[in-house]
Structure formats: structure tokens, C-alpha cells
């Protein structure tokens, strides 16, 4: 950590910033400055930290607007400081790291994303240590002077995680977010020890540029025996989409009945780009390896990979909005672009 490291702290909510409403018991957001008067431990970093605040929600209302808010705020502020702590509530807070970590391409700076289990004026929360670590990375260079972390990246419970590699993962324990198909990029005991080659780099020298236009006309449809053709056409007989992801069993597969096959064949002929996404969190998406994945191959859906729902929710979005050619949005979801996928 430099100490002349400057840090923008992001807010926009999620339990972290909440207290509980004294009539109803519910846990409501708080504002920014009753939020930072139960942190004094931050005026001790021998750092400059900057705040700014949008308007505290609980994570389950963000929209892809704040995802353009974000990643224009950190566009504009780019130059100004050394690294940007976003505080986020959990229950999306994966989304909007992979989300970011599109839109924001050749970041050579950290952006890191945490949040708390439980609120940070309640004596046993996790808040304070999660903040407090989020920031010192934020702030941390190597020999050279250059930010050790240069992507999006999510701080919860100690230890550091690729944000689009990121899930919730539990609803009560303090170690809700989970990385589990890449090792964490960093673990913090007494030290804070980088897991160099986890991280990720640029290897060109462009200049940061953001990408601001998400196209969120797309829909996930999750596979369960039983499941009834002819309710789907119902479903998406009049549904304007552009993309669906279809979240299958273990590597790939689904059902191999014909009027099921006829039907994302059908969706598939519409122009709708559908990408196989498993259920399963750990592993990948290997299609023809068994039967019941060789026909979705054939029919032209694109294998997700490993890459958890949040990030292909996020990249498909980034790349329909993003490109025209539908041909070309199906050859970059198989790339790696950022780091989301293993190969
Ligand atoms: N509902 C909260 C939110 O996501 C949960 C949390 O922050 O842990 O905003």
C-alpha cells in the first residue's frame, strides 16, 4: 500500500449500509453519512479516500442503469485516483461485477466490490474488516508502482475474488460469495497474500474505454424433468428476445424428445442467440460429449463453458448491445474475453 494512494468509495446500498426500522423490524437502507459515522476506523488509513453516493437500495433493485452509472463514474474519475471501492449489497453483487468487468475494457486499475452479511452498526458484522481490506487492496502497488489488481474484482469474508468468476453462494453464512470454478486472487491473514498468476492483465497498453449500451432483452430458461413443451411455446411464442440462456444439466445436456429439440430450434431460427449455461456450479459445459448435448450442438447452440449464470446474463448483454452482427456475438461469448471462462 502507497500512501499516497488515492481511493474513490463507491456507495449504493445492500445490508451493509442498513439499520432496522425501529416499528416494522425491517432492515432499511441508511444514508451515506450515518453509514461512514459508524466507520471512524477509516480516517486512521494513511490514504486519500473519496467518497460518492447514490441513493442507498437494496441490491435486488439494481438495473442495468446503475451498471452504466457505475462504470461511467469510473470512466470520468479514472485519472484522478489509484483504485474504486463499490459498496454493493450481496444479492447481485455478482452481476454487477461481471457487468462491469465488460463494460470497462483494458482497466488497469482495481475496482473492487464488497458488502457485509451483516449490517455495519451491528456489534458482530463483517462489514468493517470486508471495507477495510476492499480499500487496502484498492490502494496496493507492486515494486514498480503499478496496481496489483487491474480488474473487477469482489472482497468478501478474506479473501478476493475474479469478479466474473463470482456467485452468492449463502444466504446467512459471513462466506456468501464464492468463486467456484477459479482459485481467489487473494487471501487475507495477517497478510494480504496475491495469488500472482490468478491475476489478470492486459497485455495491450490502450487506454480505458467503456461500453455503455446493454441490450436486456433476454431470458434464462431453467430445464426440469418434466418440463412441458407446450408451455414454453406458449411462453415465448410472443416474446421479442434476442437471447436465451438455457440453463441445463451437469456438462451440457437436456432433453433429446424431438418437440423439445423442434422448440430451440424454432428459437434458434428466429435469430435468438441461445447459450448453454449449466445448473450445476462447479465444471463446465462440454457439448457432444454425451448424446443429450449433441443435438443442441447441432441445432447451433453456443457453449457457455464454465461460465457462471451472472457472467453470461452480463455478457450477453454487453455483447448485444454491443454488436449487430449476431455471427459475431456468438463468436465472442465462446472467447475468453475478461477472464469469465477457462478456455
Ligand atoms: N438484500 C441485501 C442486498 O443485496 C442483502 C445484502 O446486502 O447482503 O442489498
Same mark, same amino acid.
Not at 426500522?21 to 416494522?24: G, N, T
Given at each position: 500500500m502507497r500512501s499516497n494512494s488515492k481511493i474513490l468509495l463507491i456507495y449504493t446500498g445492500g445490508t451493509i449500509g442498513m439499520m432496522q =426500522?425501529?416499528?416494522?423490524g425491517d432492515l432499511k437502507p441508511l444514508d451515506f453519512n450515518q453509514l461512514f459515522e459508524q466507520? @471512524?476506523?477509516?480516517? $486512521?488509513? #494513511?490514504l486519500d479516500i473519496d467518497t460518492y453516493t447514490f441513493e442507498? /437500495? =437494496? *441490491? *435486488?433493485?439494481?438495473? @442495468?442503469d446503475l451498471w452504466v452509472s457505475l462504470a461511467t463514474l469510473i470512466f470520468e474519475k479514472y485519472h484522478h485516483y489509484d483504485g474504486f471501492v463499490i459498496l454493493h449489497g450481496t444479492d447481485t453483487i455478482a452481476y454487477t461485477a461481471s457487468a462491469l468487468s465488460f463494460m470497462l475494457? #483494458?482497466?488497469?486499475?482495481p475496482v473492487i466490490l464488497t458488502g457485509s %452479511?451483516? @449490517? /455495519?452498526?451491528?456489534? $458482530?458484522? =463483517?462489514g468493517k474488516e470486508n471495507i477495510i481490506t476492499a480499500i487496502q487492496i484498492g490502494a496496493d502497488k507492486d515494486v514498480n508502482g503499478e496496481s496489483i489488481i487491474q480488474e473487477v474484482a469482489i472482497y468478501f469474508e478474506y479473501k478476493l475474488f475474479r469478479g466474473n468468476r *463470482? /456467485?452468492?453462494? *449463502?444466504?446467512?453464512?459471513? =462466506?456468501? /460469495? %464464492?468463486?467456484p470454478n477459479y482459485p481467489p486472487l487473494a487471501e487475507a491473514g495477517i497478510d494480504i497474500e496475491y495469488n500472482k498468476n490468478a491475476l489478470w492483465r492486459n497485455t495491450n497498453t490502450n487506454e480505458l474505454r467503456i461500453y455503455t449500451q446493454l441490450c436486456n432483452e433476454i431470458s434464462i430458461l431453467h430445464l426440469f424433468p418434466g418440463i412441458d413443451v407446450k408451455i414454453l411455446e406458449r411462453q415465448y411464442k410472443d416474446l421479442d428476445i434476442k437471447g436465451l440462456i438455457l440453463r441445463t444439466y451437469g456438462s451440457g445436456n437436456a432433453p433429446t424428445q424431438k418437440a423439445f429439440l423442434d422448440f430451440i430450434k424454432y428459437l434458434i431460427d428466429k435469430g435468438i442467440v441461445v447459450l448453454d449455461v449449466t445448473q450445476c456450479l462447479q465444471g463446465s459445459v462440454e457439448l457432444g460429449k454425451y448424446e443429450t448435448s449433441k443435438y443442441l450442438k447441432d441445432i447451433g447452440v453456443i457453449s457457455g463453458g464454465d461460465m457462471t449464470l451472472e457472467a453470461s446474463v452480463a455478457k450477453l448483454m454487453y455483447l448485444l448491445g454491443k454488436e449487430k452482427d449476431w455471427n459475431k456475438v456468438k463468436d465472442m461469448l465462446v472467447k475468453n474475453l475478461r477472464g469469465e471462462k477457462s478456455y
Open positions: =426500522d425501529v416499528k416494522s466507520l @471512524p476506523e477509516l480516517k $486512521r488509513f #494513511n442507498p /437500495i =437494496d *441490491s *435486488s433493485n439494481v438495473t @442495468p475494457e #483494458n482497466l488497469k486499475k %452479511q451483516l @449490517p /455495519i452498526g451491528v456489534l $458482530r458484522t =463483517d *463470482s /456467485i452468492k453462494y *449463502s444466504a446467512n453464512h459471513f =462466506d456468501a /460469495i %464464492q468463486s
